[in-house]
């Protein structure tokens, strides 16, 4: 069964630091998304990107935060300045899509981002 | 973003039993529902999606009152690798023409431990 894969599994960087974390999501997916779970507490929409730009962003997705699509098959999530609220799992996920409407969700295992 | 809200238990059933659980959700213009179930420090797995007339997989059953706002989940003939946080998922009215783009609302999930 195809999957969204993720790297690295674990991040450990200094406050201020910049850091990318990678995707590659399902191969034949349309749309793209990065989520966060912070321990503890519930897991929380980013952004979602689609046909080479941002579609939708939540609060959480401030100007310290950007995505990117360098290739055709990764899809990546910078954090440019980390501050220690950032530590948290990071999930991406990839859907279908269709014009009929919204095809699920599925995610890569997550990257744990610590900051210290 | 709206809520979605959900008991958060833990539910402690004894192996072979059948469980429940419910979620409300807020926003009346949502359009897709999921049930997806996490283990402790895993990604999020597709359970099943919630369609509105209601639908089985194996022992599991979902059900959406859209009047109400109210989606169910019920679980027959409970095993112990059914020991997860089940996580009530809703998608928001979908802005755009093609489907698919809008990030996905969680619930804080429901625990359930299954017992021998």
């Known amino acids: 069964e195809p999957e969204v894969t993720q790297t690295p599994s674990h991040q450990v960087t200094q406050m201020g630091q910049e850091v990318i974390l990678r995707c590659v999501p399902i191969s034949n997916h349309l749309y793209f998304y990065w989520y966060r779970q912070i321990l503890g507490q519930k897991v929380e929409f980013l952004v979602s990107?689609?046909?080479?730009?941002?579609?939708?962003k939540s609060e959480i997705f401030d100007d310290q935060f950007s995505v990117e699509r360098p290739d055709g098959s990764n899809f990546t999530l910078k954090i440019r300045s980390t501050k220690l609220e950032d530590s948290a799992m990071y999930f991406c996920?990839?859907?279908?899509?269709?014009?009929?409407?919204?095809?699920?969700?599925?995610f890569g295992d997550g990257t744990r981002l610590s900051i210290l | 973003r709206k809520e979605v809200e959900q008991d958060p238990g833990p539910f402690n059933v004894p192996e072979g039993a059948t469980v429940a659980f419910n979620c409300t959700y807020s926003n009346s213009a949502s359009q897709s529902f999921f049930w997806y179930r996490q283990d402790c420090r895993k990604e999020p797995k597709l359970l099943m999606s919630?369609?509105?007339s209601g639908n089985e997989d194996g022992r599991f059953t979902a059900q959406l009152n859209r009047a109400s706002q109210y989606i169910s989940l019920l679980i027959r003939d409970s095993k112990l690798s059914d020991s997860a946080t089940y996580l009530c998922v809703v998608n928001p009215p979908d802005r755009y023409s093609g489907g698919g783009a809008d990030g996905l609302t969680f619930g804080k999930g429901t625990h359930l431990i299954i017992q021998p």
């Open positions: 990107f689609y046909n080479n730009e941002i579609s939708e």
């Open positions: 919630v369609y509105s």
């Open positions: 996920a990839s859907s279908g899509g269709t014009v009929m409407g919204n095809q699920p969700q599925h």
